[in-house]
């Protein structure tokens, strides 16, 4: 077959997003009951660009002393924020989704920066849902009767949230917007590697005049989050991030009463039919594992091809990964961008190198990768089977794991033989097959014909060991009240 | 010559047989009087992990009966109690209830049964959302048996309380093994034979006799085990269980009701706590 | 040559399509890249008219405008063919005589394609016979929406045989064919059948080409090259009017089929607006003013 050629003679520019219109201090300090403060910890760590492994900022390391403060700050806001109005509630809550659009931009090129994501996806994805979910939860805050038929919801009181470095605004936005629209008041941990955003939207809800303590904002690495997990006056945990660290907070966690919810880890299946439109699948199979580096717990990160259609898939793939640029963050036209960290970088490395050592057939794009930073081009694994560690453990990577089948029960058991259960992906025209498929699949989120699609009304979250809850839609709310 | 009566053995429920424990152990159950009333099987981790074998094989195709006919079902396990009404009454009775409070207890627990037989094709309708995302894309959510069941019915209620825990479990297209009340073993065998006399398939609901502090961490740590019901409040079960459910992320469910009488012991959020919710998306443009 | 099997087309979906081309939106073409498009623009136009008011002396100015893009501005490639009514081939020929443009006429009784094959054929005839080096026909819409796909086949296939050596483009008219999926399956007919490019529109239906409808055919393109080796050329036409949307076009093509197709051999604009938007972003490069109409010839 002829190969189609890419990137011999009309090349893009370079396509930088200005920085200038950014404003980033050389220390950020915590977020507590409306100010910001020094740590008790006197402690601070530096935040790195992975686009180039330069630091962007320092940021203070809150220790217990410090997550008491945040407790304390919220619970003392909690008497008075459960209590008032419902409709007032609301209203700070659409301020702050206001804010972050007119300020989009900023938040946009700070993540990029700060985490490596492309741009393109900071202020075409992360940005907006995280504006939009605030949106969104706003309106629930004097509608909440109506989400539980003959119950009367209550909130629960302090949450402690901890969050991953993958969507660090926009998982902010999940976790704190639906807490304080239920009425509870929030202690949340960005991850340490990506602070700067969280940081920003607490300047913002400064701004917006959010009551003091509703909203708390300690950073700082896992001691932080294990003194938030350990917290006694924390009436509930809601943690985004590995299912090993899931696993530890709910050991931690064992025969004390605090509500949790968890999204962990996953490994989606994202399947193609012969009788799949073959070339928005292709495309499908790209925005699955390539979407945001690869870091997406719910990435399609197992391909299942039917073995009829499997040679013209994988050739379409290729040509089609061919033209994914993979370079600086802020330029518009990078597809994909910077390894979150060098600790990242490792570990897909280390996976590569065991996918390579078990027999796998690796495929990788020739791309041009800058000198200085954490990058990975997108990475194929053909000729890998169930058993294979590439196929069954969790990469956060732009490393996809490809396998054949025949028939729909074949691909049903190999799909939901893993203990993840977070999400897979359905390609076919035929009705009745995707109705099949989505039905069978042992997966918190299925999507048909398409794939990584996130909407603020639209619930997210695992079956089995890809977590407990939902985020997202009228049964988001759940994780944040009580009935009386 | 009076008649000499015919004694019962108890013995265990497993996939719509009756064995007796594969340990061949026993322990006593006693009147108040301390008058022995039978010998129930003590049953072991391997009587519990052939339950939840064959608990997983008829999973899927009980989840996949329609939901019509898991409501008729469920109202025939209710007929079938209904006709055996004095058989349970009078069991109760030996266990020490009142005259009163067992009738009580047999006729609420057959309403319980037609409460849930009701919600079979309901409660989705509740528990689901058409979700109106900002894309051409149709988006639902709609409620998931969980799988496989582990249950610790309550101690008290043997007969009502093992109901109410059951009922919305399988009502939710889920199988389960359950252990019954330790305190008072003897009806929830009795219950089995009317469960393998109404159309429950085989394996739906699998019931052992023994005892708590043995076979709870197996019940909780089990790797083909997706939920545990927990009915008690004991501080330091509560705790083992949640710790060994880590292993597999086993949805951990802490019933601490004491009664199961009243208004609050049904609704179909008990159906709902064994349910997962899945979000299917597929675009809508042609 | 006999119709191909259909039942092997990949099925399309819309919003896939559509959320793909939208990609393609989001390029940001800068400097010598944008530079270097607009020109690979200018030299893929087919400046064109096509209006039952047209007259020789407008084919004159149209043919003039072609040869001289913009005086003042050195360095200007050609546009790659002018396009009109079989009855003005001979004026345009004429006009272009050792330009390097080629003169393209439309034929089979453009644009709705209503007549019978012995019209269509002589049509066709008279244009090559007149001078033309390419020819735009039109597919039969409601034998193709009645499922009468041989007929469709044939009547490319004849349509080609008269054409010779002449460059045969073939218009699926898709704002009337309903369906992505009938874009793509009109595309294989149109390719099997002999068509050395595929167009969209005639320009004269509403909507004409569009960015999801250009890329099915692109993609039908890449099918057919995979299997049989063969490049197919691909015209979208109608509606491109601005510099900006030829650069997304410019980027799909390349990152759809490749280095291989940026080139008026494989790629044409049907457009009458476009050069001179296009005249006005490489005049505002070059001084910095953003550009006025008043200052471009319009033809």
Redesign the interface.
């Known amino acids: ?2 190969k ?12 930088l997003e200005s920085t200038s219109h950014i404003n980033l201090k050389d220390k950020y300090n915590l977020f507590i009951d409306g100010e910001f403060v020094k740590p008790l910890s006197k402690k601070y760590f530096k935040t790195i660009n992975p686009a180039t492994n330069e630091s962007i900022s320092e940021i203070a390391e809150a220790n217990e002393k410090d997550v008491d403060l945040a407790v304390k700050s919220a619970r003392k806001a909690f008497k008075s924020w459960s209590k008032l109005y419902p409709k007032e509630r609301a209203k700070y809550i659409f301020r702050i989704a206001r804010m972050i659009q007119e300020r989009a931009k900023e938040f946009a090129v700070i993540e990029s920066l700060d985490g490596g994501k492309p741009i ?1 996806e900071s202020r ?1 994805i992360d940005i907006p849902l995280a504006a ?1 979910h605030f949106f969104y939860y706003a309106g629930w805050a004097d509608k909440l009767e109506y989400a539980f ?3 009367v919801p209550k909130p629960l009181g302090v949450a402690g949230q901890i969050i991953p470095w993958n969507f660090p605004l926009l998982m902010a936005a999940w976790k704190i917007a639906p807490a304080i629209a239920c009425g509870n008041t929030v202690v949340l941990k960005p991850a340490e590697t990506t602070s700067l955003t969280a940081l920003k939207l607490a300047e913002l809800i400064k701004d917006s005049g959010l009551p003091k303590g509703v909203v708390n904002i300690v950073t700082g690495a896992g001691k932080t989050g294990a003194a938030i997990v350990n917290h006694p006056d924390i009436n509930k945990i809601a943690f985004t991030g590995s ?1 090993e660290v ?2 530890l907070i ?2 931690s ?3 004390i009463e605090k509500k949790t919810t ?1 999204e ?1 880890g996953g490994k989606g299946a994202n399947i193609i039919f012969e ?7 292709v ?2 199979i790209v925005n699955a594992i390539f979407f945001n580096q690869g870091h997406v717990c719910c990435a399609g990160s197992r391909l299942f091809i039917q073995a009829s259609v499997a040679d013209t898939v994988i ?1 379409k793939l290729k040509d089609r990964i061919s ?1 994914l640029i993979v370079g600086d963050p802020l330029d ?2 990078t597809d994909i961008g910077a390894i979150n960290s060098v600790e990242q970088l490792n570990t897909i490395e280390k996976y590569i190198e065991i996918g390579r050592k078990e027999g796998g057939e690796i495929y990788q794009t020739e791309c041009s990768l800058p000198k200085k930073g954490n990058w990975c081009p997108p990475t194929l694994f053909l000729n890998v089977s169930q058993s294979h560690t590439i196929v069954k453990e969790e990469i956060f990577g732009p490393v996809l794991a490809i396998q054949t089948f025949r028939t729909i029960d074949e691909v049903i058991e190999k799909a939901n033989n893993s ?1 993840f259960g977070l999400s897979a992906g359905v390609w076919t ?1 035929k009705g009745s097959k ?1 109705f099949k498929l ?2 069978e699949l042992n ?8 794939y990584n ?1 996130f ?1 603020p ?5 695992g ?3 890809s ?2 809850g ?1 985020e997202g ?3 988001g709310l759940k994780s944040y009240i009580k ?1 009386e | 010559m009076s008649r000499i009566d015919v004694l019962k053995t108890y013995k265990i429920f497993i996939g719509g047989k009756f064995p007796r424990t594969e340990s061949g152990r026993f322990f006593h159950v006693k009147n108040k009087k301390g008058d022995l009333l039978a010998n129930m099987c003590l049953s072991s981790r391997k009587d519990f992990r052939n339950a939840v074998v064959v608990a997983r094989n008829l999973q899927k195709s009980w989840e996949n009966t329609t939901a019509l006919n898991k409501g008729q079902i469920l109202y025939r396990i209710a007929e079938m109690l209904e006709g055996r009404k004095s058989q349970f009454i009078s069991e109760l009775l030996l266990t020490g209830s009142s005259k009163s409070l067992a009738k009580k207890e047999v006729e609420q627990s057959i309403d319980r049964l037609i409460y849930y037989a009701g919600w079979s094709d309901k409660f989705q309708q509740i528990f689901s959302s058409v979700n109106p995302v900002a894309s051409n894309h149709f988006n639902f959510s709609s409620p998931q048996a969980v799988g496989v069941v582990s249950v610790i019915a309550p101690n008290k209620f043997p007969l009502l309380g093992l109901i109410s825990v059951v009922a919305p479990v399988i009502v939710g297209g889920n199988s389960c093994v359950v252990l019954s009340s330790e305190e008072n073993p003897m009806i929830s065998i009795s219950f089995a034979e009317v469960l393998n006399t109404s159309d429950v398939p085989h394996g739906v609901v699998n019931i052992l006799t023994g005892k708590r502090e043995e076979l709870i961490p197996h019940f909780a740590s089990h790797m083909d085990v997706n939920s545990i019901i927990y009915c008690g409040d004991n501080k330091e079960e509560i705790k083992s269980i949640e710790q060994l459910s880590v292993e597999n992320l086993k949805r951990v469910k802490i019933y601490k009701r004491k009664k199961w009488d009243d208004k609050q012991s049904q609704s179909p959020y008990f159906i709902e706590k064994c349910q997962e919710i899945k979000t299917t998306w597929h675009p809508t443009q042609v | 040559m006999n119709l191909p099997d259909l039942s092997k087309i990949p099925k399309i979906d819309k919003l896939g399509v559509i959320e793909r081309t939208n990609r393609f939106c989001k390029r940001s073409i800068k400097n010598s890249a944008k530079e270097m498009g607009l020109h690979l623009s200018l030299s893929m136009i087919d400046l064109t008219t096509l209006d039952g008011k047209d007259t020789p002396e407008k084919v004159r100015q149209l043919c003039y405008k072609a040869r001289h893009l913009h005086d003042s501005m050195e360095g200007l490639p050609n546009v790659a063919a002018v396009c009109v009514y079989p009855t003005f081939v001979s004026v345009a020929t004429k006009e272009l005589e050792g330009s390097g443009i080629n003169v393209a006429s439309v034929s089979t009784a453009f644009p709705s394609g209503q007549s019978t094959l012995e019209v269509k054929i002589s049509d066709t005839k008279f244009a090559i016979d007149q001078g033309a080096d390419e020819v735009d026909m039109v597919i039969s819409r409601g034998k193709f929406l009645s499922g009468e796909y041989n007929f469709v086949f044939d009547e490319i296939a004849t349509v080609k045989e008269v054409c010779g050596k002449a460059h045969l483009k073939v218009i699926l008219e898709t704002g009337e064919l309903d369906t992505l999926d009938n874009v793509r399956k009109a595309s294989k007919i149109s390719m099997h059948a002999g068509a050395d490019f595929i167009k969209t529109s005639t320009g004269k239906i509403s909507p004409a080409a569009t960015m999801p409808v250009t890329y099915v055919m692109l993609l039908a393109i890449k099918d057919y090259y995979k299997k049989t080796g063969i490049k197919i050329g691909m015209k979208p036409a109608g509606g491109i009017s601005t510099s900006k949307q030829s650069l997304q076009y410019l980027v799909m093509l390349k990152e759809t089929l490749g280095d291989d197709w940026m080139n008026k051999d494989l790629f044409r604009f049907g457009a009458s607006r476009l050069a001179n938007d296009i005249l006005m972003q490489l005049q505002k490069k070059k001084s910095g003013f953003y550009q006025s109409l008043d200052y471009f010839s319009k033809d």
């Open positions: 077959m002829s189609i050629n890419i990137n011999k003679s009309w090349k893009y520019d370079e396509a393109r075409d939009n038929p003959n119950k299912t899931g696993k709910e050991r966690l064992a025969g968890l962990l009788d799949a439109a073959i070339d928005q699948a495309e499908g050739e033209t518009k036209n203990p025209e995707v989505t039905k997966a918190g989120v299925v999507w048909a014909n398409t699609k909407d009304c639209s619930p997210f979250g079956f089995k060991e977590g407990m939902r839609g009228l049964h009935f």
